[in-house]
């Protein structure tokens, strides 16, 4: 008996893992290479994302990101609620939430697993990483276009990158700077040089 418990109690394990990683599979088709407005790709996310948590049929979930909200027909908030920020670099945009419509099987504190908080993390992430991607993108265009992001006479597609970074993500700013220091002093530009010596190998 106690071994086909532990048999049963594997087999659950794998149908939860595998409905995590389609569900995160479907995420990731949703959002690469899409051309379409944002509010149209969190529309097809939060049909996709109930599929990964233990209890889909009783799942649902929104997505808002700044303005926009988007929430399934019929949604209504619950205490059974699990709620991640979406951040565009270190700047907090939005909020992805996975909820029940009604009270489901859990423990004392949760009714979500553990994987399926990692889940949402992940995807908040990804979401994240697609707004900031476009963005850049949209920055560029500018740029090539002579809008707001060409404003500055002289400025360069990777100065563009670069201030984007320097005020949505601190810590990828300034690992971009640091190597593009390191290339300048490889280069033989003694300013570069300077520069390093001044601020010590802890820049």
Not at 17 to 41: F, T
Not at 72 to 81: D, F, K, M, Q
Not at 99 to 118: A, C, I, N
Request: proline content about 6%; aromatic content about 8%.
């Amino acid at each position: 008996m106690g071994d086909r418990r532990r048999a049963d109690g594997r087999s659950r394990t794998l149908r939860e893992r595998a409905k995590e990683l389609n569900c995160l599979y479907r995420v990731e088709e949703v959002l690469a290479g899409d051309a379409r407005p944002l509010p149209d790709i969190f529309r097809d996310l939060i049909e996709v994302i109930p599929s990964g948590w233990q209890f889909p049929r009783l799942c649902q979930a929104r997505i808002v990101y700044g303005e926009t909200v988007c929430e399934p027909p019929g949604y209504r908030p619950t205490r059974w609620a699990d709620t991640v920020p979406i951040k565009e670099g270190n700047r907090e945009v939005g909020l992805v939430e996975v909820s029940y419509v009604s009270e489901v099987p859990g423990s004392r504190k949760t009714v979500f697993l553990s994987k399926e908080h990692q889940l949402i993390r992940t995807i908040a992430e990804r979401i994240g990483q697609t707004i900031l991607h476009r963005n850049l993108q949209r920055l560029l265009r500018e740029r090539e276009a002579g809008g707001p992001a060409a404003a500055r006479p002289g400025s360069h597609d990777w100065m563009v990158i670069v201030d984007l970074l320097r005020r949505t993500d601190e810590r990828l700013f300034l690992q971009v700077s640091r190597k593009m220091l390191y290339t300048l002093v490889w280069s033989g530009f003694q300013d570069a040089r300077q520069v390093l010596n001044t601020y010590g190998p802890e820049f």
